[in-house]
């Protein structure tokens, strides 16, 4: 993950909501803040705390640690921000996890002999895929509008996507592997950068189909574990912003 520091100007509620939005799901592929698992937000004078909740107490460890790390190491990138608290509620690792974030253990110093290898790996694997899905809205978005066709499609360079939300997320996902951004690149590229030879782009598009219709549809239902979870919280559902209270007193 890439953390970028908010501007230093930004007022300290809207930058820990900022922070919190460059978190991401790796497995769902959006925003943490968008699929509404920041429970909420404590700012006092001297520190910042965040409580999140995921759409089933018994998700992935590694996933619900990757988020909870991400979130605290985006917090802590804010200037001024003073301590940090990222506490993870209503999952069943919730305690060791908390217990390995205040510590600074990391993943492996948390989980010990349960856990098999770092998270770099796991990082990886989801980066790939989500370029795989970002390559194929882009494509579809120009075969829909009669730019290409079908084969046609495994000539397309980054140059003649035009400008637009999938031609973004594409930039970021390439970034994210490593892949160049150079605007001569072809855009349907295996996870090395290599183009795919011609007979084997019709196939290789119903892969990057696939993917992408699993990323949103996990995320689709996931958004529905979770409101379904919450339904009972009137004071946070599943579907609603987190709560924030900020006893911070902004410099004018």
């Excluded at 996890?97 to 990082?123: H, K, M, P, Q």
């Excluded at 696939?210 to 339904?231: K, M, P, Q, W």
Aim: a negative charge; hydrophobic letters at 40%; glycine letters at 6%.
């Amino acid at each position: 993950m890439t953390i970028t520091a908010p501007p230093a100007s930004l007022a300290i509620g809207a930058a820990v909501q900022q922070a919190l939005s460059t978190v991401i799901d790796p497995e769902l592929d959006q925003p943490i803040t968008d699929l509404k698992f920041i429970r909420s937000i404590e700012i006092d004078d001297t520190s910042v705390t965040v409580h999140l909740r995921l759409p089933t107490s018994f998700c992935a460890p590694n996933f619900a640690y990757l988020m909870a790390s991400d979130a605290q190491d985006a917090l802590e990138a804010i200037d001024g921000v003073g301590e940090v608290h990222v506490l993870l509620d209503d999952h069943h690792d919730s305690d060791k996890i908390n217990a390995g974030l205040a510590a600074a253990a990391g993943y492996v110093g948390t989980f010990g002999s349960e856990a098999d290898e770092g998270l770099d790996e796991l990082r990886r694997t989801f980066a790939r895929k989500a370029h795989v899905a970002a390559m194929e809205r882009s494509l579809t978005e120009i075969i829909r509008n009669g730019e290409v066709t079908v084969d046609e499609v495994g000539h397309v360079l980054l140059r003649d996507l035009p400008p637009g939300p999938n031609r973004s997320a594409l930039l970021r996902r390439r970034a994210d592997i490593g892949l160049t951004l150079c605007p001569n690149s072809r855009v349907l590229v295996d996870d090395h950068g290599h183009p795919i030879p011609d007979e084997q782009v019709p196939m290789r598009l119903r892969f990057a189909r696939s993917v992408r219709i699993s990323i949103e549809g996990n995320a689709h239902f996931c958004r529905g574990l979770l409101a379904t979870r919450y339904a009972d919280d009137d004071e946070c559902d599943g579907t609603s912003e987190p709560i924030i209270t900020n006893l911070r007193e902004e410099t004018p």
